[in-house]
Every structure is written in structure tokens, then in C-alpha cells.
């Protein structure tokens, strides 16, 4: 709750200082580490949402994701989310992270809707802010990062897994990964929409993001949103198998690389962060928006009963 707090009295004094930013410092684009989330850790192990095992003699972190039922990026998720990435960050031994779900058939079903229905503006612009900084943080580690998908993962799941360098999913049918937002009647921002052109080219993002579109694992094979099935029994191992090639490669000259393809997308939005805070609070807040997450949350409740 403190943690919740400050992120709140942070949005009082216009979002300034809230968490770290992503530095362009040297050719690498090594992630600045921010004293506030480093201060702001929890103590309190038994509401931990992110469990991380880190194995020294390999330099490989896993990260598993364990907020029931569905890994719903909450505000509290994505900050402890942060604060797990940036402390591996911040060890130089740490080379590599795997990102999986500890719970059965689900990844992450993506942004938790509550915390952007019937929120205050202030609330919500807290919150957008925290999906900024996750994204920020995974996509310019400088560790190499790989999605151990082993569920569906739609919406923000899927960007989190967009975000990897590598993505390594289930193959079974009936899980389905996308971004699917306009379902929901809200839009993916232009972070989201540059990060899935970047992956599966121009084309294939307009008419996904425009319809909405959840693919299962064969198909997010074949447009290239992932990068490999394999049995839902396998996923972890070929993650850690798959990592072994890639720390094969000089850190240096893979770091240097990944910054100069993913940079300009980094800057674009670090250039127009508060400008897009605002505009997701200008649109998440509209009585049409609302309705539609409202209407959206009482087909979930049906479903349920």
C-alpha cells in the first residue's frame, strides 16, 4: 500500500520522478537504475506477483509470473514487474531472463481492465505510466529476454511478449496470443503498434489491430508473432536451451546491435511519454469508453455464472 502511495503522490506533482528512465547513456543503451523503485521494494513475500530464480553459474534469470487467475497487469503487477527487471539489470552478472507463467494455460491476459474502469484521471495516468515503464524496461534490457509462452496471451501479454528478443510458445490450438483491443472498444497506442510492426511487418499489424485479431499458436507461427512452437511440456526447457545460443554471441556486440534496431522506437516514445499518458487518460475516461469496459466486464461476469 505504500508503494501504491507514492506511485499516486508521484501523479500529484505531474508524473515527474515517478520511476526511472531509460537512458541512451553509451552505445549499449544501459538501463538507468531508478533509487525510487529500488527504495520502494516490498517486504511483504506472501502478495509477491513475480517470482524470479536467478542461477549465477549460468547467469540466466527466470521470471515467473504468479497473480491469479489470469496474471492481470495490475498496478501493483507491473510495479513489482519493474522493480524484478531492475534489479537483474543493475547485476552484471545477470545475462539473460526468461519471462514465463506459473499459472496453468495463461501467460498473462494482459492489462487488468479495473484499474481503467471508473478510475479518476489521476489513477489512470498513474497506471499508464507503470505500462510505460514495463514496456521501456523489457524492450531496452540489455539482457537477452525471452518469452516462455505457455498460455494465451492476449493484449498487454502480448506485448509483453513482443517486447523479448525471442518468443518461444505452447503449440497447442486453443491458446491464442494478439493484440485485441479494439474487442474491448479501446486502441492499441502507437508504442504498441510499432513494436508489432517491427515483428511481423506493416500489413499484418494493420489488419490485427484493426479487427482485433487473437491468433492461436499455429497461426501467430506463421504471421512470425512468435518464433517457435514447441509441446506445452518443452516450452521452459527450449527457452533455457535456446538462451545457451544466444549467450554464445559477445554481449557486447549483441547489446550494440539490439540498441541500434530497437532504439529509434524507444526514443519515439520517451520524446511524447506525457503526451500519450494524456491522450490514454483523455480516451480512457470518455462515458463511450467506459461503457464499452463496462459492458465488456458484465459479459465476463456472465460468462463466469
Known amino acids: 500500500m505504500a508503494l501504491r502511495a507514492a506511485l499516486r503522490n508521484s501523479a500529484k506533482c505531474g508524473f515527474s520522478g515517478l520511476l526511472s528512465q531509460l537512458s541512451s547513456s553509451g552505445s549499449h543503451g544501459r538501463v538507468y537504475v531508478s533509487p525510487f523503485l529500488l527504495s520502494q521494494r516490498r517486504n511483504d513475500s506472501t502478495s509477491s506477483k513475480i517470482n524470479v530464480d536467478f542461477d549465477r553459474s549460468t547467469g540466466v534469470a527466470v521470471m515467473r509470473m504468479q497473480s491469479p487467475p489470469v496474471n492481470s497487469m495490475s498496478l501493483d503487477f507491473l510495479t513489482e514487474f519493474s522493480i524484478s527487471l531492475e534489479k537483474l539489470e543493475m547485476d552484471k552478472s545477470c545475462r539473460g531472463l526468461i519471462i514465463t507463467s506459473s499459472l496453468p494455460k495463461i501467460f498473462s491476459a494482459g492489462l487488468d481492465i479495473m484499474e481503467m474502469y471508473g478510475k479518476s484521471p489521476e489513477s489512470c495516468g498513474v497506471f499508464w505510466k507503470a505500462v510505460q515503464e514495463m ?155 467506459q461503457k464499452s469496459l463496462r459492458m465488456y466486464l458484465e459479459m465476463l461476469k456472465k460468462r463466469k455464472s
Request: net charge negative.
Open 135 to 289: 514496456w521501456l524496461k523489457l524492450y531496452g534490457s540489455n539482457m537477452v529476454t525471452i518469452a516462455a509462452i505457455n498460455g494465451s496471451s492476449p493484449a498487454g501479454g502480448c506485448l509483453m511478449s513482443l517486447a523479448c528478443d525471442y518468443r518461444i510458445m505452447a503449440e497447442n490450438p486453443r491458446y491464442s496470443i494478439g493484440l485485441n483491443e479494439t474487442q474491448l472498444g479501446i486502441v492499441a497506442p502507437f508504442w504498441f503498434k510499432d513494436t508489432m510492426v517491427s515483428t511481423v511487418g506493416h500489413r499484418t499489424t494493420e489488419v490485427a489491430l484493426e479487427l482485433g485479431l487473437l491468433y492461436s499458436a499455429p497461426e501467430a507461427l506463421r504471421v512470425g508473432l512468435v518464433d517457435q512452437l514447441v509441446p506445452e511440456d518443452q516450452v521452459l526447457q527450449t527457452a533455457t536451451d535456446t538462451m545457451a545460443k544466444w549467450l554464445a554471441i559477445p554481449d557486447h556486440a549483441r547489446q550494440i546491435s539490439k540498441s541500434m534496431m530497437r532504439k529509434p522506437t524507444i526514443d519515439k516514445l520517451m520524446s511524447n511519454r506525457e503526451a500519450d499518458i494524456q491522450n490514454f487518460v483523455t480516451f480512457i475516461t470518455k462515458d463511450s469508453i
